[in-house]
């Protein structure tokens, strides 16, 4: 079974992600399916909201592709490791990076009941993405040690 989960999660990058075939989504993912992603304002609730920050995300970006790295799987979870490659979308907002290709790394924990998703947790490196949009975070960082 947690091979099966596996290959399930890589069908979900592969498919859903880097190919915007949402008919994935209401195969594997339950009715009741929460997730929980690091630096949203709130948790992303059911199959439906889960296709609108997919596609959300084909608005603000352009030629994102996700690559598996490492993926672990025990019990009811599979973890994976990821890196994703993306464009900002032209014109949305001005930045260093405008036409450039960002690089951003991440992990994803997926929680299956009854062979469906019902669960996940996604930590990316957002302060990459931040320096890429202009924020020079690290410069109005003050460490006193």
């Given at each position: 079974?947690?091979?099966?989960?596996?290959?399930?999660?890589?069908?979900?990058?592969?498919?859903?992600w880097?190919?915007?075939?949402?008919?994935?989504?209401?195969?594997?993912?339950?009715?009741?399916?929460?997730?929980?992603?690091?630096?949203?304002?709130?948790?992303?609730?059911?199959?439906?909201?889960?296709?609108?920050?997919?596609?959300?995300?084909?608005?603000?970006?352009?030629?994102?592709?996700?690559?598996?790295?490492?993926?672990?799987?025990?019990?009811?979870?599979?973890?994976?490791?990821?890196?994703?490659?993306?464009?900002?979308?032209?014109?949305?907002?001005?930045?260093?990076?405008?036409?450039?290709?960002?690089?951003?790394?991440?992990?994803?924990?997926?929680?299956?009941?009854?062979?469906?998703?019902v669960?996940?947790?996604?930590?990316?490196?957002?302060?990459?993405?931040?320096?890429?949009?202009?924020?020079?975070?690290?410069?109005?960082?003050?460490?006193?040690?």
């Amino acid at each position: 079974m947690p091979q099966d989960h596996k290959q399930m999660i890589r069908r979900i990058f592969d498919e859903v992600w880097n190919k915007s075939d949402l008919s994935l989504v209401d195969e594997v993912y339950g009715p009741d399916y929460v997730a929980h992603v690091a630096g949203a304002p709130k948790d992303i609730e059911g199959p439906e909201q889960f296709k609108q920050f997919v596609a959300l995300h084909g608005v603000l970006t352009s030629d994102l592709s996700f690559d598996v790295e490492d993926q672990i799987a025990e019990g009811d979870r599979v973890a994976t490791r990821w890196t994703a490659t993306t464009v900002p979308a032209a014109g949305l907002v001005s930045t260093p990076a405008d036409g450039q290709a960002v690089k951003v790394t991440g992990i994803s924990i997926h929680r299956f009941a009854d062979d469906k998703i019902v669960e996940s947790w996604d930590n990316w490196d957002a302060l990459t993405v931040y320096q890429a949009l202009g924020a020079d975070v690290l410069e109005s960082v003050s460490l006193s040690i």
